[in-house]
């Protein structure tokens, strides 16, 4: 939709920081707006920018007249089919609208005093989008900004053949990779898929190694494939699909484009037509190829959006193309230095590639999980909570908030332990994360101006060498106060940040770094920091720490901004990379209503897991380093009790499905920088965590070693 055809009234919905931001957007293309809508009665009668917040029933004789414009993905479906209802024949999504604009100086045009005096609590989430939108320069980069902020739910949608008209009579042969070990079931599969071209004209065919070649041709003689077929025979299995070029050359005389593709894998219906129609319109370029994502027990996930990563220096083209595309025959003896500037991308996804869990892959991902030392009594927490307090008293507290409902958690083989008088609680942690595929522990340090607390588990990994094992700290740089009963004006521990305090604190930190276990990014010791927007100046702290570290015999620091808090874009603060922390960032819709059981107490919320890890799948590619982040599951009813916050369907089967998609996205990068964070190890009051517990066994932990090695 270009949006300069606009001609009739325009309403954005809801009113929200990504709301205004649109608004300016459309206010750079002279386009006007109505108003804005919003069922929220606190905003309806405001004001902004001379447009009026209304609910959608206040313009319901006009509604049919108008544009209504979805500012959220998160509620669209809902948000359409209730104005369907009321009467409205246009409503989009902001991502549905074209135009070739600067974005130059739009983020001065918003009135940020404004917003705020209407909407207080969106004023941080406003604070970033500004932020962030001062780097970028055009419409489409925006838009696609505003779509990626919280995340869409990922599921493969099979769209309608559609018939190409070209005039160019193009050939094409497909080349079908059979020669790794067979799989009947994934093998047919894949043959549906490929009679489930439309009315593509194209000729199969199919290579196997010897090694397979009867049972194959017992499986072809039962089934009745009802498309022409020929079969070629290899030595022995090939892994590269350009090497397999080379088998198909004896065969390609007379075709135009070599289509090649694995024989455990799916094609959507539209994938032949649509290299029909890529060949025709582009045939500059000798390579065509498609968005694919993976199947995994019969599921679509981890979408792979090939054009973030054309000018990534870290991806090849191999890697760019990767299972599928089709090579112009012409372009067949020039193979080897074809470069990704001769690649067309079609730009849906075509291609469905196999999760095979018989398949293990060492792809160099480290696994990281954030290491809780709340489990020994401190004299503090003895003042504030209760003599002998840990935080197991919060964990055996909890109830089930309903039926079916999962509390309280009970740990199982480490049982209740104390980290400082327990029979060497650390040594079997560690054990036991080696032995699933744990890389290394991220430590929470918690110092408050020279005063630490709940130091000796990790003073006990300084001072033991034998305990060898990789290790991190994240600085849990914020104040507590008695959130856990709801008083949270009461200060126990105040954080002060200001350029003394800053500078003791990385002072202290500086032997810890230079611990050789300690985890590094390109030989440089990473930090994390839980709460970047509670310093004076985050840029200038940083460009302080770097010279003191310089200083004091570290030439480099790595240090990566935990993406909490609304905060999401590392470069504008002179950080080197995020930090993905769910549940923070993560979106998904509350179910409470409904609840079979629910506790009438119960003020909280409840989430889907599974619609959470669907969104989370379908980020892209950010402009800056992003360490992806998994849950394995989250309740912090231990701790808030009839306030807590529950995602339901946390199962160690959907956990694994999300951290295999997790595996997928981070394999593209360098290897150097392949982590992913869990939260966590040992979050018992949070309901996340990898250590054994009574229900699930140690099934978390196995997902976990599998998701890691299987063929992503």
């Not at 838009?143 to 094409?172: A, C, H, W």
């Not at 560690?430 to 918690?446: N, P, R, V, W």
């Not at 930190?509 to 390109?522: A, V």
């Amino acid at each position: 939709m270009d949006v300069h055809k606009l001609n009739q009234p325009v309403y954005i919905v809801p009113f929200s920081a990504r709301g205004v931001l649109f608004y300016h957007l459309l206010r750079k293309c002279n386009i006007p707006v109505a108003g804005f809508l919003d069922n929220n009665p606190d905003l309806q009668g405001a004001c902004y920018d001379g447009c009026e917040i209304l609910s959608p029933q206040q313009i319901q004789s006009i509604i049919g007249n108008a544009t209504i414009v979805v500012c959220t993905s998160r509620y669209v479906e809902v948000i359409s089919r209730q104005f369907h209802e009321l009467g409205a024949s246009t409503v989009c999504m902001m991502s549905d609208f074209s135009a070739d604009v600067s974005t130059a100086g739009l983020t001065e045009q918003i009135n940020t005093t404004a917003f705020s005096a209407i909407s207080p609590s969106g004023v941080p989430t406003m604070r970033e989008m500004i932020l962030d939108c001062q780097k970028i320069d055009c419409w489409q980069d925006m838009l696609m900004y505003f779509i990626n902020f919280d995340g869409s739910p990922y599921s493969f949608v099979e769209q309608p053949i559609r018939t190409v008209n070209t005039t160019q009579n193009i050939k094409v042969i497909l080349c079908v990779n059979g020669t790794s070990d067979f799989n009947d079931a994934y093998f047919d599969a894949c043959m549906k898929s490929i009679k489930g071209q439309g009315n593509a004209g194209f000729d199969p065919v199919f290579f196997f190694c010897k090694e397979n070649l009867s049972v194959v041709e017992q499986w072809l003689k039962e089934k009745d494939l009802r498309i022409g077929k020929q079969v070629v025979v290899t030595e022995g299995p090939i892994v590269d699909a350009f090497d397999l070029l080379d088998y198909a050359k004896p065969y390609v005389s007379g075709y135009d484009y070599i289509a090649v593709m694995n024989a455990h894998d799916v094609l959507s219906q539209n994938a032949v037509n649509a290299i029909y129609e890529a060949a025709a319109k582009h045939s500059e370029y000798s390579l065509i190829t498609a968005y694919e994502d993976r199947i995994y027990k019969d599921s679509y996930i981890a979408p792979f959006y090939k054009d973030d990563y054309i000018k990534d220096d870290n991806t090849t083209l191999k890697g760019l193309v990767r299972n599928f595309f089709a090579i112009n025959i012409r372009a067949l003896d020039r193979l080897h230095s074809l470069q990704k500037s001769d690649v067309f991308i079609i730009k849906e996804v075509l291609y469905h590639y196999r999760v095979d869990e018989a398949v293990k892959h060492e792809n160099g991902i480290k696994p990281i999980a954030f290491y809780l030392p709340q489990f020994h009594p401190i004299p503090e927490n003895n003042k504030w909570w209760g003599e002998g307090f840990t935080e197991w008293v919060n964990v055996k507290r909890a109830f089930p908030m309903f039926s079916g409902h999962y509390q309280p958690h009970e740990p199982g083989v480490l049982g209740y332990y104390d980290l400082v008088d327990g029979d060497d609680v650390q040594r079997k942690q560690i054990e036991l994360a080696k032995q699933y595929g744990i890389y290394g522990f991220c430590y929470y340090y918690y110092w408050f101006n020279g005063k630490r607390l709940l130091e000796k588990p990790l003073d006990r990994i300084l001072g033991d060498k034998t305990l060898d094992f990789p290790f991190c700290i994240c600085w849990a740089n914020e104040t507590w106060s008695r959130r856990w009963d709801g008083s949270e004006s009461e200060v126990l521990m105040q954080q002060v940040h200001n350029s003394e305090t800053d500078e003791k604190f990385i002072l202290d930190i500086i032997p810890i770094l230079k611990d050789p276990r300690y985890i590094t990014i390109n030989g440089a010791p990473i930090l994390l920091i839980y709460r970047v927007d509670l310093f004076e100046d985050i840029e200038n702290t940083i460009k302080c720490w770097r010279k003191v570290c310089a200083e004091h015999g570290l030439p480099h620091i790595h240090v990566s901004m935990v993406q909490a808090f609304n905060a999401h874009n590392p470069l504008v603060r002179g950080c080197d990379s995020a930090t993905e922390f769910p549940p923070h960032k993560g979106k998904s819709h509350a179910t409470t209503d409904g609840i079979e059981g629910l506790d009438p107490e119960f003020s909280g919320h409840i989430y889907d897991y599974r619609e959470f890890a669907a969104r989370a799948m379908n980020i892209r590619k950010t402009d800056f380093l992003n360490f992806r982040g998994v849950m394995p599951s989250w309740d912090n009813t231990a701790r808030r009790l009839t306030r807590s916050e529950i995602f339901r369907n946390a199962e160690p089967e959907e956990y694994k499905k999300l951290l295999l998609s997790m595996v997928d996205f981070t394999s593209r990068i360098s290897k150097d920088q392949r982590l992913i964070f869990i939260n966590a190890w040992n979050e018992w009051a949070e309901g996340a965590h990898l250590e054994p517990d009574k229900k699930h066994g140690d099934a978390y932990l196995k997902a976990t070693l599998d998701a890691i090695h299987m063929n992503c």
